[in-house]
């Protein structure tokens, strides 16, 4: 299977907001883990309007699919670098996933093996699974999953020096 470079912009300006690498239907998944992305296309949703997506390059090799992701990206400016894009990385090959050494599962294993939930644990990690993925998919949340996590959060303290590092973070990412 071959390789593609693509970009999501903006339907009214045509700014360029996303630059991305991948085979198949990869450009057609609007469910990304980058969350900066995610809440952009959330509000071109909430307007009844989509990201153009655009395929610069096809039929590309793996390795060339990445040089041209790590080109388009390095052109347009990722937004901490005072560019127009949500882009969170370099672009390239990064991390394809942690992998724990068989030393370490074997020590998971041990640790978990014979650990028994009771029916009501098991119940409650399902609902909470099942909220998170349609939260993920983008269906709406019941407002009472919506009335709970925000008790939950209420009233939450954070030291000085934490909310000092929180905002160091945000104006490191957003070039402020």
Not at 142 to 147: D, G, K, N, Q, V
Request: net charge positive; hydrophobic share 35%; glycine share 10%.
């Amino acid at each position: 299977m071959t390789y593609y470079v693509y970009t999501y912009s903006c339907p009214d300006s045509g700014i360029v907001k996303y630059v991305g690498m991948g085979k198949g239907r990869r450009s057609d998944n609007l469910n990304r883990r980058n969350i900066v992305l995610r809440a952009w296309i959330a509000g071109l949703k909430a307007m009844g309007k989509k990201p153009v997506l655009t395929l610069v390059a096809t039929d590309l090799s793996q390795e060339d699919a990445h040089a041209g992701e790590i080109a388009l990206i390095a052109q347009h400016g990722r937004a901490c670098d005072g560019g127009p894009l949500l882009n969170l990385a370099l672009g390239g090959p990064g991390g394809n996933g942690w992998r724990h050494t068989v030393e370490t599962k074997a020590k998971q294993r041990a640790k978990l093996t014979g650990l028994k939930k009771s029916p009501e644990h098991q119940a409650k990690i399902a609902v909470t699974c099942r909220a998170n993925a349609d939260a993920l998919r983008g269906k709406p949340q019941s407002p009472e999953l919506i009335a709970k996590r925000a008790a939950a959060l209420r009233g939450r303290k954070f030291s000085d020096e934490h909310r000092a590092n929180l905002s160091a973070a945000q104006r490191k990412r957003y070039g402020a």
